[in-house]
Protein backbone atom coordinates (compact mmCIF):
# COMPACT_ATOMS: atom_id res chain seq x y z
CA UNK A 1 0.00 0.00 0.00
CA UNK A 2 2.71 2.65 0.63
CA UNK A 3 3.88 2.20 -2.74
CA UNK A 4 0.57 2.41 -4.14
CA UNK A 5 0.12 6.49 -3.46
CA UNK A 6 3.60 7.58 -5.33
CA UNK A 7 2.24 5.55 -8.47
CA UNK A 8 -1.28 6.93 -8.28
CA UNK A 9 -2.64 7.84 -11.69
CA UNK A 10 -4.87 10.78 -12.13
CA UNK A 11 -6.63 12.61 -15.14
CA UNK A 12 -5.30 16.10 -15.16
CA UNK A 13 -9.04 17.53 -14.85
CA UNK A 14 -9.17 15.52 -11.49
CA UNK A 15 -5.81 17.27 -10.20
CA UNK A 16 -6.67 20.58 -10.97
CA UNK A 17 -9.55 20.27 -8.85
CA UNK A 18 -7.67 18.43 -6.26
CA UNK A 19 -5.23 21.29 -6.44
CA UNK A 20 -7.62 24.50 -6.47
CA UNK A 21 -9.30 22.65 -3.41
CA UNK A 22 -6.25 21.69 -1.83
CA UNK A 23 -7.44 18.45 -1.39
CA UNK A 24 -4.46 16.78 -3.29
CA UNK A 25 -3.41 13.25 -2.11
CA UNK A 26 0.07 13.64 -2.56
CA UNK A 27 0.03 17.37 -0.81
CA UNK A 28 -1.29 16.03 2.40
CA UNK A 29 1.51 12.96 2.43
CA UNK A 30 3.83 12.67 4.91
CA UNK A 31 7.05 12.20 4.30
CA UNK A 32 9.37 8.89 6.18
CA UNK A 33 10.83 11.82 8.37
CA UNK A 34 7.35 12.78 9.39
CA UNK A 35 6.40 9.17 9.42
CA UNK A 36 8.51 7.89 12.04
CA UNK A 37 8.28 11.90 14.17
CA UNK A 38 11.61 12.62 13.01
CA UNK A 39 13.32 9.37 13.50
CA UNK A 40 14.58 8.28 9.68
CA UNK A 41 15.78 10.28 6.39
CA UNK A 42 14.69 9.70 3.23
CA UNK A 43 16.00 7.10 0.85
CA UNK A 44 16.98 8.37 -2.45
CA UNK A 45 14.55 6.54 -4.41
CA UNK A 46 11.76 8.07 -1.68
CA UNK A 47 13.23 11.56 -2.42
CA UNK A 48 13.57 11.47 -6.18
CA UNK A 49 9.59 9.66 -6.47
CA UNK A 50 8.15 12.14 -3.84
CA UNK A 51 9.52 15.24 -5.99
CA UNK A 52 8.61 13.74 -9.43
CA UNK A 53 4.97 13.16 -8.02
CA UNK A 54 4.86 16.60 -6.53
CA UNK A 55 5.71 17.75 -9.63
CA UNK A 56 2.60 15.84 -12.15
CA UNK A 57 0.29 17.32 -9.45
CA UNK A 58 1.46 21.11 -8.50
CA UNK A 59 2.20 23.40 -11.43
CA UNK A 60 4.96 25.51 -9.15
CA UNK A 61 7.17 22.02 -9.40
CA UNK A 62 9.11 20.83 -12.24
CA UNK A 63 12.04 17.83 -12.29
CA UNK A 64 14.19 17.66 -14.66
CA UNK A 65 17.24 15.28 -15.04
CA UNK A 66 20.43 17.27 -15.65
CA UNK A 67 23.59 15.07 -16.00
CA UNK A 68 24.93 11.76 -15.11
CA UNK A 69 26.82 10.35 -11.76
CA UNK A 70 29.21 8.13 -10.97
CA UNK A 71 26.69 5.85 -9.91
CA UNK A 72 25.45 5.87 -13.36
CA UNK A 73 21.94 7.31 -12.24
CA UNK A 74 20.78 10.77 -13.17
CA UNK A 75 21.24 14.03 -11.21
CA UNK A 76 17.92 15.58 -10.97
CA UNK A 77 17.02 19.51 -10.75
CA UNK A 78 13.52 20.46 -8.57
CA UNK A 79 12.45 24.17 -10.08
CA UNK A 80 9.84 25.92 -7.86
CA UNK A 81 8.66 29.37 -8.42
CA UNK A 82 5.01 30.79 -8.53
CA UNK A 83 4.92 31.99 -11.70
CA UNK A 84 5.50 28.13 -13.11
CA UNK A 85 7.98 29.50 -15.12
CA UNK A 86 10.65 26.73 -15.65
CA UNK A 87 12.30 28.02 -18.67
CA UNK A 88 15.58 29.02 -17.33
CA UNK A 89 17.07 30.59 -20.23
CA UNK A 90 14.32 33.29 -19.87
CA UNK A 91 13.85 34.29 -16.21
CA UNK A 92 14.32 37.95 -16.48
CA UNK A 93 17.23 37.98 -14.26
CA UNK A 94 16.97 42.06 -13.34
CA UNK A 95 14.17 41.47 -11.15
CA UNK A 96 14.39 37.72 -10.23
CA UNK A 97 17.00 36.04 -7.53
CA UNK A 98 17.83 32.74 -7.98
CA UNK A 99 18.76 30.85 -4.64
CA UNK A 100 20.30 27.06 -5.82
CA UNK A 101 19.73 24.65 -2.70
CA UNK A 102 21.87 21.53 -2.92
CA UNK A 103 21.92 18.32 -0.47
CA UNK A 104 23.17 15.36 0.02
CA UNK A 105 27.14 16.21 -0.51
CA UNK A 106 27.81 14.36 2.26
CA UNK A 107 24.63 11.76 2.55
CA UNK A 108 25.85 11.01 6.12
CA UNK A 109 24.53 14.53 6.76
CA UNK A 110 20.70 14.37 5.57
CA UNK A 111 19.28 17.40 7.08
CA UNK A 112 18.97 19.66 3.81
CA UNK A 113 17.40 16.11 1.98
CA UNK A 114 14.22 16.25 4.61
CA UNK A 115 14.04 19.66 4.99
CA UNK A 116 13.49 20.70 1.41
CA UNK A 117 11.16 17.50 0.66
CA UNK A 118 8.96 19.02 3.44
CA UNK A 119 9.86 23.08 2.52
CA UNK A 120 9.04 22.01 -1.64
CA UNK A 121 5.54 20.15 -0.18
CA UNK A 122 4.48 23.17 1.20
CA UNK A 123 4.87 25.27 -1.31
CA UNK A 124 3.64 23.62 -3.78
CA UNK A 125 0.08 23.19 -0.92
CA UNK A 126 0.53 26.80 -0.56
CA UNK A 127 1.02 26.48 3.25
CA UNK A 128 4.64 28.74 2.35
CA UNK A 129 3.65 31.62 -0.31
CA UNK A 130 7.15 31.93 -2.42
CA UNK A 131 7.53 35.28 -3.60
CA UNK A 132 7.10 35.90 -7.03
CA UNK A 133 10.79 37.34 -7.38
CA UNK A 134 12.03 34.23 -6.33
CA UNK A 135 13.02 31.22 -8.41
CA UNK A 136 14.28 28.05 -6.54
CA UNK A 137 16.29 25.49 -7.39
CA UNK A 138 17.21 22.43 -5.58
CA UNK A 139 19.17 18.91 -6.41
CA UNK A 140 17.57 16.92 -4.05
CA UNK A 141 20.31 14.48 -3.45
CA UNK A 142 23.93 15.65 -4.92
CA UNK A 143 25.93 12.62 -4.51
CA UNK A 144 23.57 9.39 -4.93
CA UNK A 145 26.26 6.57 -4.62
CA UNK A 146 26.90 8.14 -1.17
CA UNK A 147 22.96 7.86 -0.22
CA UNK A 148 22.29 4.68 -1.40
CA UNK A 149 24.83 3.42 0.62
CA UNK A 150 22.71 3.81 3.96
CA UNK A 151 24.06 2.70 7.49
CA UNK A 152 23.87 3.74 11.18
CA UNK A 153 26.98 3.72 11.81
CA UNK A 154 29.39 5.72 10.25
CA UNK A 155 28.66 9.13 11.64
CA UNK A 156 29.38 8.16 15.40
CA UNK A 157 30.04 12.21 16.67
CA UNK A 158 26.05 12.58 15.12
CA UNK A 159 22.56 12.08 16.70
CA UNK A 160 20.41 10.16 14.08
CA UNK A 161 18.74 9.72 11.97
CA UNK A 162 18.27 5.85 12.17
CA UNK A 163 20.07 5.44 8.78
CA UNK A 164 21.92 7.44 6.68
CA UNK A 165 24.39 7.62 3.45
CA UNK A 166 28.06 7.16 3.28
CA UNK A 167 30.23 10.44 3.29
CA UNK A 168 31.99 9.40 -0.02
CA UNK A 169 30.34 8.91 -3.82
CA UNK A 170 30.38 6.10 -6.31
CA UNK A 171 34.68 6.45 -6.13
CA UNK A 172 34.73 7.10 -2.62
CA UNK A 173 35.12 10.98 -3.45
CA UNK A 174 34.62 13.62 -1.35
CA UNK A 175 32.35 15.83 -3.54
CA UNK A 176 33.15 18.60 -1.07
CA UNK A 177 36.48 18.69 -2.28
CA UNK A 178 35.76 18.00 -5.96
CA UNK A 179 34.82 21.76 -7.64
CA UNK A 180 37.36 22.57 -9.07
CA UNK A 181 39.35 18.64 -10.20
CA UNK A 182 36.16 17.45 -11.37
CA UNK A 183 37.13 14.08 -10.97
CA UNK A 184 33.41 12.93 -10.68
CA UNK A 185 30.26 13.21 -12.99
CA UNK A 186 28.47 14.82 -10.19
CA UNK A 187 30.83 17.98 -10.48
CA UNK A 188 30.56 18.13 -13.96
CA UNK A 189 26.82 17.65 -13.67
CA UNK A 190 27.13 20.64 -11.09
CA UNK A 191 28.91 23.22 -13.12
CA UNK A 192 26.60 22.56 -16.11
CA UNK A 193 23.62 23.00 -13.14
CA UNK A 194 25.63 26.54 -11.93
CA UNK A 195 26.05 28.18 -15.00
CA UNK A 196 22.84 27.36 -16.21
CA UNK A 197 21.05 28.81 -13.22
CA UNK A 198 23.89 31.61 -12.68
CA UNK A 199 22.49 31.87 -8.79
CA UNK A 200 22.63 34.72 -6.76
CA UNK A 201 22.39 32.30 -4.02
CA UNK A 202 23.77 29.32 -3.19
CA UNK A 203 22.60 27.29 -0.17
CA UNK A 204 24.89 23.92 0.85
CA UNK A 205 23.56 22.10 3.49
CA UNK A 206 25.57 20.03 5.47
CA UNK A 207 25.70 18.60 9.43
CA UNK A 208 28.62 20.06 11.88
CA UNK A 209 31.33 17.73 13.78
CA UNK A 210 33.47 19.72 16.30
CA UNK A 211 32.91 21.45 19.24
CA UNK A 212 29.81 20.65 21.37
CA UNK A 213 27.52 24.43 22.03
CA UNK A 214 23.94 25.21 22.71
CA UNK A 215 22.41 26.50 19.25
CA UNK A 216 21.03 24.27 16.83
CA UNK A 217 22.28 25.95 13.35
CA UNK A 218 25.58 27.09 12.88
CA UNK A 219 26.55 29.18 9.39
CA UNK A 220 29.51 29.17 7.33
CA UNK A 221 29.64 32.28 5.01
CA UNK A 222 31.57 33.04 1.72
CA UNK A 223 34.75 34.66 2.34
CA UNK A 224 33.50 38.62 2.49
CA UNK A 225 37.05 39.78 0.58
CA UNK A 226 36.30 37.14 -2.18
CA UNK A 227 33.20 38.67 -3.60
CA UNK A 228 35.24 42.04 -3.53
CA UNK A 229 34.89 44.90 -0.87
CA UNK A 230 31.36 45.82 -1.96
CA UNK A 231 29.40 42.88 -2.35
CA UNK A 232 31.82 41.42 0.84
CA UNK A 233 31.07 44.70 2.92
CA UNK A 234 27.02 43.92 2.02
CA UNK A 235 27.05 40.81 2.69
CA UNK A 236 28.79 41.03 6.14
CA UNK A 237 26.83 44.17 7.05
CA UNK A 238 23.62 43.95 5.96
CA UNK A 239 22.46 40.66 4.75
CA UNK A 240 24.11 38.34 7.25
CA UNK A 241 22.37 40.20 10.17
CA UNK A 242 18.78 39.95 8.33
CA UNK A 243 19.30 36.30 8.62
CA UNK A 244 20.43 36.06 12.13
CA UNK A 245 17.70 38.14 13.49
CA UNK A 246 15.18 36.27 11.70
CA UNK A 247 16.62 33.18 12.86
CA UNK A 248 15.67 34.12 16.41
CA UNK A 249 12.58 35.21 15.45
CA UNK A 250 11.86 32.38 14.47
CA UNK A 251 13.16 30.85 17.84
CA UNK A 252 16.65 29.52 16.56
CA UNK A 253 19.72 30.99 18.20
CA UNK A 254 21.76 30.79 15.34
CA UNK A 255 25.70 31.11 15.52
CA UNK A 256 28.64 31.70 13.01
CA UNK A 257 29.94 28.39 12.01
CA UNK A 258 32.62 27.20 15.05
CA UNK A 259 35.89 26.79 13.49
CA UNK A 260 37.56 25.27 16.42
CA UNK A 261 36.74 22.09 18.91
CA UNK A 262 38.70 21.79 22.35
CA UNK A 263 40.26 25.37 22.15
CA UNK A 264 39.10 27.62 24.31
CA UNK A 265 36.14 29.92 23.50
CA UNK A 266 37.97 33.42 24.55
CA UNK A 267 40.93 32.65 21.93
CA UNK A 268 38.28 32.98 19.61
CA UNK A 269 37.66 31.68 16.11
CA UNK A 270 38.60 31.80 12.64
CA UNK A 271 36.09 32.23 9.51
CA UNK A 272 36.51 28.92 7.33
CA UNK A 273 38.95 29.38 4.77
CA UNK A 274 37.02 28.09 1.85
CA UNK A 275 39.41 27.32 -1.35
CA UNK A 276 37.50 26.97 -4.81
CA UNK A 277 37.82 23.27 -3.87
CA UNK A 278 34.50 23.65 -1.37
CA UNK A 279 31.26 24.80 -2.66
CA UNK A 280 31.21 28.06 -1.07
CA UNK A 281 34.47 28.46 -2.66
CA UNK A 282 34.28 27.83 -6.17
CA UNK A 283 30.76 29.63 -6.04
CA UNK A 284 32.72 32.72 -4.85
CA UNK A 285 35.05 33.16 -7.84
CA UNK A 286 31.69 33.66 -9.96
CA UNK A 287 30.54 36.42 -7.45
CA UNK A 288 27.94 33.90 -6.12
CA UNK A 289 26.82 34.39 -2.06
CA UNK A 290 27.30 31.28 -0.86
CA UNK A 291 26.24 29.32 2.97
CA UNK A 292 26.60 26.15 4.30
CA UNK A 293 24.05 25.92 7.05
CA UNK A 294 25.87 23.54 9.10
CA UNK A 295 23.45 21.80 12.19
CA UNK A 296 25.14 20.74 15.44
CA UNK A 297 25.45 17.10 14.93
CA UNK A 298 24.89 16.06 18.79
CA UNK A 299 21.35 17.70 18.25
CA UNK A 300 18.24 15.38 17.47
CA UNK A 301 17.83 14.83 13.82
CA UNK A 302 13.90 16.24 13.90
CA UNK A 303 15.71 19.74 15.60
CA UNK A 304 18.06 19.84 13.10
CA UNK A 305 16.03 19.34 10.02
CA UNK A 306 13.43 21.65 11.30
CA UNK A 307 15.90 24.21 11.99
CA UNK A 308 17.22 23.40 8.18
CA UNK A 309 14.14 24.03 7.06
CA UNK A 310 13.31 27.53 8.83
CA UNK A 311 16.89 28.86 7.89
CA UNK A 312 16.14 27.74 3.67
CA UNK A 313 12.24 30.06 4.61
CA UNK A 314 14.38 32.95 6.19
CA UNK A 315 16.85 32.58 2.70
CA UNK A 316 13.84 32.64 0.62
CA UNK A 317 12.17 35.94 2.59
CA UNK A 318 15.44 37.75 2.96
CA UNK A 319 16.56 37.32 -0.89
CA UNK A 320 12.45 38.52 -1.60
CA UNK A 321 13.35 41.64 0.59
CA UNK A 322 16.91 42.38 -0.82
CA UNK A 323 16.46 41.02 -4.50
CA UNK A 324 17.12 44.90 -6.28
CA UNK A 325 20.73 44.96 -4.08
CA UNK A 326 21.67 41.44 -4.35
CA UNK A 327 21.08 41.84 -8.17
CA UNK A 328 22.72 44.93 -8.38
CA UNK A 329 25.62 44.10 -6.27
CA UNK A 330 26.74 41.15 -7.96
CA UNK A 331 26.39 42.75 -11.31
CA UNK A 332 29.06 45.89 -9.70
CA UNK A 333 31.14 42.89 -8.35
CA UNK A 334 31.33 40.59 -11.56
CA UNK A 335 32.57 44.35 -13.29
CA UNK A 336 34.99 45.17 -11.61
CA UNK A 337 36.01 41.66 -11.43
CA UNK A 338 36.47 41.88 -15.05
CA UNK A 339 38.14 45.26 -15.06
CA UNK A 340 40.15 44.03 -11.89
CA UNK A 341 44.23 44.81 -13.16
CA UNK A 342 45.27 42.35 -10.09
CA UNK A 343 44.00 39.33 -8.52
CA UNK A 344 45.40 37.16 -4.93
CA UNK A 345 45.99 33.49 -5.16
CA UNK A 346 45.78 32.74 -1.34
CA UNK A 347 44.63 34.96 1.82
CA UNK A 348 45.47 34.93 5.58
CA UNK A 349 43.29 36.08 8.52
CA UNK A 350 43.86 39.32 9.76
CA UNK A 351 44.72 38.67 13.33
CA UNK A 352 44.41 42.86 14.40
CA UNK A 353 40.79 42.69 12.96
CA UNK A 354 37.59 40.83 14.21
CA UNK A 355 34.03 40.85 14.81
CA UNK A 356 32.38 40.20 18.65
CA UNK A 357 29.79 37.26 18.46
CA UNK A 358 27.57 36.07 21.24
CA UNK A 359 28.78 32.54 21.72
CA UNK A 360 26.25 30.24 23.67
CA UNK A 361 28.25 27.26 24.65
CA UNK A 362 29.17 24.67 27.43
CA UNK A 363 32.03 24.80 29.58
CA UNK A 364 34.66 22.02 29.57
CA UNK A 365 35.35 20.28 32.40
CA UNK A 366 37.48 16.84 32.78
CA UNK A 367 36.53 13.20 33.84
CA UNK A 368 38.26 9.54 33.99
CA UNK A 369 37.59 8.07 30.68
CA UNK A 370 35.72 4.88 30.95
CA UNK A 371 37.58 3.99 27.55
CA UNK A 372 41.11 4.56 28.29
CA UNK A 373 41.19 5.23 32.17
CA UNK A 374 42.95 8.41 31.47
CA UNK A 375 41.73 12.00 32.32
CA UNK A 376 39.24 13.15 29.44
CA UNK A 377 37.43 16.39 28.54
CA UNK A 378 33.56 16.81 28.14
CA UNK A 379 31.36 19.45 27.95
CA UNK A 380 29.40 19.88 30.78
CA UNK A 381 25.49 20.58 30.05
CA UNK A 382 25.13 21.70 33.70
CA UNK A 383 27.20 24.69 33.03
CA UNK A 384 26.13 26.88 29.93
CA UNK A 385 27.48 30.01 29.23
CA UNK A 386 26.77 32.86 27.05
CA UNK A 387 30.17 34.86 25.84
CA UNK A 388 31.11 37.42 23.46
CA UNK A 389 34.08 35.18 21.12
CA UNK A 390 36.13 37.22 18.45
CA UNK A 391 35.36 36.15 15.19
CA UNK A 392 38.45 36.49 12.79
CA UNK A 393 36.29 37.76 9.68
CA UNK A 394 38.86 39.03 7.62
CA UNK A 395 41.11 37.91 5.24
CA UNK A 396 44.16 39.90 3.92
CA UNK A 397 45.07 38.50 0.44
CA UNK A 398 48.75 37.30 -0.71
CA UNK A 399 50.60 34.99 -3.51
CA UNK A 400 49.20 38.53 -5.60
CA UNK A 401 49.49 38.39 -9.49
CA UNK A 402 48.79 40.78 -12.44
CA UNK A 403 46.30 40.26 -14.63
CA UNK A 404 47.92 39.05 -18.11
CA UNK A 405 45.94 40.38 -21.48
CA UNK A 406 45.54 36.83 -22.14
CA UNK A 407 46.80 33.43 -21.49
CA UNK A 408 47.91 30.96 -24.43
CA UNK A 409 47.70 26.88 -23.76
CA UNK A 410 49.16 25.06 -26.52
CA UNK A 411 47.29 22.21 -27.96
CA UNK A 412 46.91 18.40 -26.07
CA UNK A 413 45.81 19.91 -22.55
CA UNK A 414 42.21 18.44 -23.77
CA UNK A 415 41.02 18.13 -19.76
CA UNK A 416 42.06 21.62 -18.63
CA UNK A 417 40.55 23.07 -21.76
CA UNK A 418 37.39 21.34 -21.05
CA UNK A 419 36.63 22.27 -17.81
CA UNK A 420 37.49 25.39 -18.52
CA UNK A 421 34.57 25.45 -21.01
CA UNK A 422 32.23 23.71 -18.55
CA UNK A 423 32.76 26.79 -16.69
CA UNK A 424 31.54 29.32 -18.86
CA UNK A 425 35.00 31.03 -19.74
CA UNK A 426 35.29 32.07 -23.58
CA UNK A 427 38.33 30.46 -25.26
CA UNK A 428 39.22 31.10 -28.74
CA UNK A 429 41.41 29.51 -31.21
CA UNK A 430 45.09 30.99 -32.97
CA UNK A 431 43.99 30.99 -36.60
CA UNK A 432 47.36 30.92 -37.81
CA UNK A 433 51.12 29.94 -36.66
CA UNK A 434 52.43 33.31 -34.89
CA UNK A 435 55.36 34.41 -32.96
CA UNK A 436 54.58 35.97 -29.42
CA UNK A 437 56.82 37.62 -26.97
CA UNK A 438 55.15 36.33 -23.11
CA UNK A 439 56.00 35.39 -19.82
CA UNK A 440 57.42 31.94 -19.65
CA UNK A 441 57.51 30.65 -16.36
CA UNK A 442 59.19 27.32 -14.93
CA UNK A 443 58.94 25.66 -11.80
CA UNK A 444 61.69 25.71 -9.64
CA UNK A 445 60.41 23.96 -6.85
CA UNK A 446 56.68 21.99 -4.97
CA UNK A 447 55.92 19.58 -2.66
CA UNK A 448 53.81 17.06 -3.51
CA UNK A 449 51.89 15.63 -0.97
CA UNK A 450 53.33 11.76 -0.04
CA UNK A 451 49.43 10.63 1.20
CA UNK A 452 47.13 10.81 -1.48
CA UNK A 453 44.22 12.94 -1.00
CA UNK A 454 40.97 12.85 -2.94
CA UNK A 455 42.62 10.94 -5.42
CA UNK A 456 45.59 12.94 -5.72
CA UNK A 457 49.15 13.51 -4.93
CA UNK A 458 48.22 17.34 -4.30
CA UNK A 459 50.95 19.76 -5.29
CA UNK A 460 51.95 22.91 -3.04
CA UNK A 461 54.59 25.56 -1.46
CA UNK A 462 54.98 26.34 -5.92
CA UNK A 463 58.24 28.26 -6.32
CA UNK A 464 58.37 29.39 -9.99
CA UNK A 465 60.76 31.84 -11.92
CA UNK A 466 59.63 33.98 -15.05
CA UNK A 467 61.12 35.45 -17.94
CA UNK A 468 59.84 36.97 -21.31
CA UNK A 469 60.72 35.27 -24.44
CA UNK A 470 59.13 34.96 -27.97
CA UNK A 471 57.48 31.80 -28.27
CA UNK A 472 56.16 29.85 -31.42
CA UNK A 473 52.18 29.03 -31.00
CA UNK A 474 50.38 27.12 -33.53
CA UNK A 475 47.34 27.53 -35.13
CA UNK A 476 44.69 25.48 -32.85
CA UNK A 477 46.48 26.72 -29.95
CA UNK A 478 43.39 28.35 -27.46
CA UNK A 479 44.00 31.64 -26.32
CA UNK A 480 41.78 32.87 -23.17
CA UNK A 481 41.14 36.54 -23.24
CA UNK A 482 41.29 38.21 -19.53
CA UNK A 483 38.45 40.29 -20.10
CA UNK A 484 35.43 38.16 -19.22
CA UNK A 485 33.43 38.12 -15.74
CA UNK A 486 35.05 34.37 -14.72
CA UNK A 487 38.68 36.18 -14.72
CA UNK A 488 38.86 35.27 -10.97
CA UNK A 489 38.31 31.28 -11.96
CA UNK A 490 40.79 31.42 -14.66
CA UNK A 491 43.42 32.99 -12.74
CA UNK A 492 43.40 31.07 -9.73
CA UNK A 493 42.88 27.87 -12.03
CA UNK A 494 45.67 28.72 -14.46
CA UNK A 495 48.46 30.17 -12.17
CA UNK A 496 50.01 27.11 -10.61
CA UNK A 497 50.67 28.53 -7.33
CA UNK A 498 46.77 29.00 -6.82
CA UNK A 499 45.14 26.91 -3.86
CA UNK A 500 42.97 24.70 -6.13
CA UNK A 501 44.68 25.45 -9.40
CA UNK A 502 45.20 22.67 -11.75
CA UNK A 503 48.58 22.70 -11.57
CA UNK A 504 47.93 22.10 -8.00
CA UNK A 505 45.84 18.96 -8.72
CA UNK A 506 48.37 17.86 -10.84
CA UNK A 507 46.75 18.38 -14.46
CA UNK A 508 50.28 19.17 -15.79
CA UNK A 509 52.70 16.89 -13.65
CA UNK A 510 53.43 15.90 -17.39
CA UNK A 511 55.65 18.61 -17.67
CA UNK A 512 57.80 17.31 -14.20
CA UNK A 513 59.58 14.27 -15.76
CA UNK A 514 62.67 14.85 -17.91
CA UNK A 515 61.77 13.01 -21.28
CA UNK A 516 65.31 12.61 -22.50
CA UNK A 517 68.95 12.08 -21.04
CA UNK A 518 72.30 11.53 -21.78
CA UNK A 519 74.56 8.72 -20.57
CA UNK A 520 77.79 10.52 -18.76
CA UNK A 521 80.64 9.10 -21.08
CA UNK A 522 78.92 9.95 -24.24
CA UNK A 523 77.77 13.66 -22.65
CA UNK A 524 81.69 14.26 -21.60
CA UNK A 525 82.75 14.70 -24.78
CA UNK A 526 79.58 16.86 -26.19
CA UNK A 527 79.92 18.71 -23.01
CA UNK A 528 83.44 20.09 -23.96
CA UNK A 529 82.49 21.16 -27.13
CA UNK A 530 79.57 22.35 -25.91
CA UNK A 531 81.82 24.48 -22.90
CA UNK A 532 84.80 25.65 -25.33
CA UNK A 533 81.89 27.43 -27.92
CA UNK A 534 79.94 29.18 -24.64
CA UNK A 535 82.61 31.35 -22.80
CA UNK A 536 79.50 32.62 -20.68
CA UNK A 537 78.61 28.94 -19.44
CA UNK A 538 82.12 28.48 -18.75
CA UNK A 539 82.15 31.33 -16.55
CA UNK A 540 78.57 30.56 -15.07
CA UNK A 541 79.97 26.89 -14.28
CA UNK A 542 83.53 28.61 -12.66
CA UNK A 543 81.03 31.05 -10.07
CA UNK A 544 79.43 28.00 -9.02
CA UNK A 545 82.37 25.86 -8.18
CA UNK A 546 83.90 28.36 -6.35
CA UNK A 547 80.61 28.70 -4.46
CA UNK A 548 80.13 25.24 -4.32
CA UNK A 549 82.94 22.67 -3.09
CA UNK A 550 80.66 19.90 -2.79
CA UNK A 551 79.65 20.56 -7.00
CA UNK A 552 83.07 21.21 -7.43
CA UNK A 553 84.05 17.76 -6.57
CA UNK A 554 81.22 16.14 -8.14
CA UNK A 555 81.54 15.21 -11.60
CA UNK A 556 78.04 13.97 -12.48
CA UNK A 557 76.36 17.24 -11.12
CA UNK A 558 78.78 18.93 -13.06
CA UNK A 559 78.08 17.44 -16.21
CA UNK A 560 74.51 18.01 -15.33
CA UNK A 561 74.82 21.58 -15.06
CA UNK A 562 76.27 21.60 -18.21
CA UNK A 563 73.40 19.82 -19.81
CA UNK A 564 70.81 21.83 -18.28
CA UNK A 565 72.39 25.39 -19.33
CA UNK A 566 72.81 23.96 -22.82
CA UNK A 567 70.75 23.60 -25.97
CA UNK A 568 70.47 20.01 -25.72
CA UNK A 569 68.28 20.30 -22.58
CA UNK A 570 64.58 19.71 -23.65
CA UNK A 571 62.34 23.29 -23.62
CA UNK A 572 59.43 21.00 -22.07
CA UNK A 573 60.73 20.34 -18.76
CA UNK A 574 59.29 22.15 -15.98
CA UNK A 575 58.12 25.02 -18.66
CA UNK A 576 54.73 24.96 -17.65
CA UNK A 577 52.72 24.93 -20.22
CA UNK A 578 50.39 28.00 -19.57
CA UNK A 579 51.98 31.56 -21.05
CA UNK A 580 51.29 34.75 -20.13
CA UNK A 581 49.87 37.88 -23.01
CA UNK A 582 51.42 40.81 -21.27
CA UNK A 583 52.19 44.61 -22.37
Keep these: MKN ?13 ILFLLGGSPLLSQQTRFEKTNGKESATYHEAIAFYEQLSKISPLVSVRKMGTTDAGLPLHLVLVNSNANFSIKQWDRKKNVVLLINNGIHPGEPDGIDASMLLVRDIAAKKIIIPKNVFLAFIPVYNIGGCLNRGGATRVNQNGPLEYGFRGNSQNLDLNRDFTKCDSREAKSFAEIFHLLDPDILIDNHVSDGADYQPTMTLLTTQYNKLGERLGGWLKNVFEPQLYADMRKKGHDMIPYVNFESARPEIGMEMFYDPPRYSSGYAALFQTIAFMPETHMLKPFKDR ?158 KTTVSKKFVPFRKGDWYIPMNQFTNRYVAEMLEPQGDDSFFAWNFFDAILQQKEGYSDYRWEDVAGEVLKNDSILQQKLTDKKQADPIFANNAHAQLDFIYKNSTYYEQAHLRYPVYRLVQ
Excluded at 4 to 16: A, D
Design 4 to 16: QRYNMKLSPFVLS
Design 305 to 462: VLCTYSLMQTMIEKASGNAESIIQERKIARAAVKDATSFALGWKSDSSRYSLVSFNGYEQAFKKSTATGLQKMYYDHQLPFTKNVKLFDVFLPNKIINKPIAYIIPSGWNSVIDLLRLNGVLIQLLNKDSLMEVEVCHIVDYKSSVQPYEKHHKNSQV
